[in-house]
C-alpha cells in the first residue's frame, strides 16, 4: 500500500555538526511534502516544505531536498543546537481537495553537547 | 491571536466511558483536522471537517467514534465505549483553507493525551 517512511528511528549528532533526516516515500502523486518538527509533550510543528515540481528549498538553517526518480525526500539541518533534539516527521499531501497529510513514523533527533 | 486549542491535554477513562475531545480552531480558519498518534509512531489521519459539515471521515474507525464542528463552538471527538487500544494522544490542526499551499500552513494544537486504565 502507499506510505511515506522514514529510514532510521534514531539520529544521534554533535552539536555544530550538520544533521541529515531521510524519508521515502510510494506515491509520486503527491503535490507536497512537508516536514514537522515535534517536541515532547507538544504539537507538531511546521519547518519547512517542498513542492513536487521543486528539487531544493532552503530555509532558517534548514534545507529539504526532493529526488522524485528515487522518492525520495531528505531534512538537512546545519550547524544542530541541542535545542533541535525532538522527533522529526516526514508529511505527504495528498488530495488537494480535502489536504489530509500522510504522516511518516519519524527519526528521533538527539544532538549531543 | 491564539493558536489552536485543545481541552483537556489530559483525559483519563475507565473502559466503557465516553471520552470528549474538545478543539478551537485559530481565529478565522474553518477548517479543522483530527490526527491520532500511537506512541512511537507517526499521525494517523482521522477526520476533516468544516462548519456543520465532514467532508473526509476515511481515517475514523467504523464504530465508536465520532466528530463534530457545529457552527458555534469547537469541534468536538468523541469516543464511545472506550476501550485501552483508544489510549493516544489526538491533535487537530485548523487551516483557513482545504488544499495544497494553505494546507502545509495548517497549526496543530498541543494535543490531548487519552489515558483508558
Known amino acids: 500500500g502507499e506510505s511515506v517512511g522514514l529510514h532510521l528511528p534514531t539520529l544521534s549528532v554533535q552539536e555544530g555538526d550538520n544533521s541529515i533526516i531521510n524519508c521515502a516515500y510510494s506515491?509520486?502523486?503527491?503535490?507536497?511534502f512537508i516536514w514537522y518538527k515535534q517536541e515532547s509533550g507538544k504539537g507538531p510543528q511546521f519547518i519547512i516544505d517542498?513542492?513536487?515540481?521543486?528539487d531544493k528549498r532552503q530555509g532558517q538553517r534548514v534545507t529539504v531536498l526532493l529526488n522524485k526518480t528515487v522518492k525520495h525526500l531528505s531534512l538537512q539541518i546545519a550547524a544542530t543546537q541541542p535545542g533541535d533534539s525532538a522527533v522529526y516527521f516526514c508529511?505527504?499531501?495528498?488530495?488537494?481537495?480535502?489536504?489530509?497529510?500522510?504522516f511518516g513514523q519519524g527519526t528521533t533527533l538527539q544532538v549531543k553537547p | 491571536n491564539a493558536g489552536v486549542m485543545q481541552n483537556p491535554r489530559h483525559l483519563v477513562r475507565r473502559r466503557g466511558q465516553e471520552a470528549r475531545l474538545r478543539c478551537s480552531p485559530m481565529?478565522?480558519?474553518?477548517?479543522v483536522y483530527w490526527y491520532r498518534q500511537l506512541p512511537e509512531e507517526g499521525l494517523k489521519f482521522m477526520v476533516y471537517?468544516?462548519?456543520?459539515?465532514?467532508?473526509?471521515e476515511s481515517g475514523m474507525p467504523k464504530e465508536r467514534f465520532s466528530a463534530e464542528f457545529p457552527k458555534e463552538g469547537p469541534s468536538i471527538l468523541r469516543i464511545q465505549q472506550v476501550v485501552r487500544g483508544d489510549s493516544a494522544a489526538y491533535f487537530c490542526?485548523?487551516?483557513?483553507?482545504?488544499?495544497?499551499?494553505?494546507?502545509?500552513?495548517?497549526?496543530f494544537g498541543q494535543g490531548t493525551r487519552l489515558t483508558v486504565v
Open positions: 481565529k478565522g480558519h474553518s477548517h
Open positions: 517542498i513542492r513536487s515540481n521543486m
Open positions: 471537517l468544516q462548519k456543520e459539515n465532514i467532508i473526509d
Open positions: 490542526a485548523s487551516s483557513p483553507l482545504p488544499g495544497k499551499r494553505s494546507n502545509t500552513e495548517a497549526f
Open positions: 506515491n509520486s502523486a503527491s503535490d507536497y
Open positions: 508529511a505527504e499531501l495528498r488530495s488537494s481537495n480535502t489536504g489530509k497529510l500522510i
